[in-house]
């Protein structure tokens, strides 16, 4: 049983978008190829409250700088992907019928979540592990934006809870604030166990 994980693909995060991932449109007809060979598939939305701690704009600096906020290290982005409001929503061009349910995370105002399971504080839970582990789904296929943040850490947490991963390379996208955060990620990921792949490999 394959499962597919689609990341965050949400109109703040593609071009035009107020944290626009360079190239984050491109995945999406890459992801609508492949839908067809998952049995399962969960999308995840970034979802945030106004004045999240994540903003900038909350504490009156500039994105990209980094400050520490409760003890972690904290990067400050733009405003972005707003509870409800139009950047939050997923890309109507995805193909959104086979997606069987949608997880939110980054919903506390106090603490930031990339990864797709537990914010990074590790507290809650977004419910997305005891759903898959209820279903018996072990092999999780990880595609979306961004390659250096939530798929990153989404993938991270996924091997720490064993499941099997695989990233499908040309189907995500990263921020790239440094220029080798890509290929630092993946090899991060594939150093903890995710097997790195392409598209026409499934
Ligand atoms: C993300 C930065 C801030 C992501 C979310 O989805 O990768 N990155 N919030
Ligand atoms: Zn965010």
Request: proline fraction near 4%; charged fraction near 25%; charge should be negative.
């Amino acid at each position: 049983m394959k499962t597919l994980i689609i990341t965050d693909v949400q109109h703040d995060f593609l071009p035009g978008g107020s944290l626009a991932v360079p190239g984050g449109d491109e995945v999406i007809a890459v992801i609508n190829l492949i839908l067809p060979r998952f049995n399962h598939v969960f999308a995840t939305q970034d979802w945030h409250p106004p004045q999240h701690m994540s903003f900038a704009s909350t504490h009156k600096k500039q994105p990209s700088e980094t400050i520490w906020i409760n003890g972690m290290q904290q990067i400050l982005w733009p405003d972005h992907c707003i509870q409800n409001t139009y950047g939050a929503e997923i890309a109507e061009s995805l193909n959104r019928e086979q997606i069987e349910k949608i997880f939110h995370k980054g919903s506390s105002p106090d603490v930031d979540s990339y990864s797709t399971f537990f914010d990074n504080a590790r507290k809650r839970s977004t419910g997305l592990a005891d759903h898959l582990k209820k279903l018996h789904l072990k092999d999780l296929y990880f595609v979306g934006l961004a390659t250096d943040y939530c798929v990153l850490y989404s993938v991270l947490d996924a091997l720490d809870l064993q499941f099997k991963v695989w990233v499908i390379r040309d189907a995500c996208r990263a921020i790239n604030l440094n220029p080798r955060d890509e290929e630092k990620a993946f090899e991060k990921m594939r150093s903890h166990g995710a097997k790195i792949i392409e598209s026409g490999q499934i």
